[in-house]
C-alpha cells in the first residue's frame, strides 16, 4: 500500500519558473524524505525532515512539513531543463522510532521546459 | 564499489521460470531495501534486511518470493514460477546509518512474458 499521495500527478513549468509539490499521508510518522528520479533510473534522496521538523533548505530545495494536516511540500526554485523528472515523497512510519522502512507515493512528473 | 550495483538490469524469462536478482550494497551499509516498481507508480516495500536477518518481510506478496543475505552483505531476491503480473522493475537500497539517507540501485527491470 502507499502512504504517500503527491499532488499533482504532473506539473509543467518553464525554466526559471518555481515548482512547488505536495504530499499528504495518513498515519503518524517519524520523518518524511522526498527523492527523485529520472527516466529509467534509481531514486535519489534530496531531503529528510523529522518529524519536529518544520522546514528544511538544501540549495535550491525547500521542503516544509505540517504533522498537524499530515502533509509536506516541496519547492524547487529557479528551475532548470536538468530539474524534469519525477519526485517522490517517502514516509517513515516504524513502530519504536525510525527503523526506516518507507513508504513511497506515486509520484509527481515535473517537466521544465527550456 | 562506490555506489549500490544491481544485476542483471534487465531480465526477460518466461511465465513459470525461476528467476534471482542480486544486490551488492554500498561497502558499510548494514541495512538493505528491496522496492519493486510498476510502470507510473512509487516504489513498492518488499523487504528489508538488518545485517544478515530480515527485519521486516512483510511486502513480499507471496510465497514464490524470498530474499536472503548470508553474509550481510550481497543480498538475491529470488521469484519462484514467475507470472507476467511480477513484471517490474526491482530496485534495491542500502542505508546510511547516520543520515538514514537510502542509496538507490539502478534496478533490474523483469519482463515475464
Known amino acids: 500500500s502507499q502512504q504517500g499521495e503527491e499532488d499533482p500527478q504532473a506539473l509543467s513549468i518553464q525554466e526559471g519558473e518555481n515548482a512547488t509539490m505536495n504530499c499528504s499521508y495518513k498515519?503518524?510518522?517519524?520523518?518524511l524524505q522526498w527523492y527523485r528520479q529520472n527516466s529509467g533510473r534509481g531514486l535519489v534522496h534530496l531531503i529528510l525532515?523529522?518529524?519536529?521538523?518544520r522546514e528544511k533548505h538544501s540549495g535550491r530545495l525547500r521542503v516544509t512539513l505540517d504533522t498537524s494536516k499530515k502533509s509536506s511540500s516541496l519547492l524547487i526554485t529557479a528551475s532548470r531543463a536538468a530539474d524534469t523528472a519525477s519526485y517522490f515523497c517517502a514516509t517513515d512510519a516504524g513502530s519504536g522510532g525510525s527503523n526506516y522502512k518507507l513508504t513511497f507515493g506515486k509520484g509527481t512528473l515535473l517537466t521544465v521546459n527550456p | 564499489g562506490a555506489g549500490v550495483s544491481q544485476t542483471p538490469s534487465n531480465k526477460v524469462t518466461e511465465k513459470g521460470k525461476y528467476v534471482e536478482l542480486r544486490c551488492d550494497p554500498i561497502?558499510?551499509?548494514?541495512?538493505l531495501y528491496w522496492y519493486r516498481q510498476s510502470l507510473g507508480q512509487g516504489p513498492e516495500f518488499l523487504i528489508y534486511f538488518q545485517g544478515t536477518g530480515a527485519a521486516d518481510d512483510s511486502g513480499l506478496p507471496n510465497d514464490r518470493f524470498f530474499a536472503v543475505r548470508p553474509e550481510g552483505s550481497v543480498s538475491t531476491l529470488k521469484i519462484q514460477r514467475t507470472e507476467r503480473g511480477d513484471s517490474a522493475v526491482y530496485l534495491c537500497a542500502s542505508r546510511q546509518t547516520v543520515t538514514g539517507e537510502l542509496f538507490f540501485g539502478e534496478g533490474s527491470r523483469l519482463t515475464v512474458l
Open positions: 561497502s558499510g551499509h548494514t541495512a
Open positions: 525532515i523529522r518529524s519536529n521538523e
Open positions: 498515519t503518524s510518522i517519524n520523518n
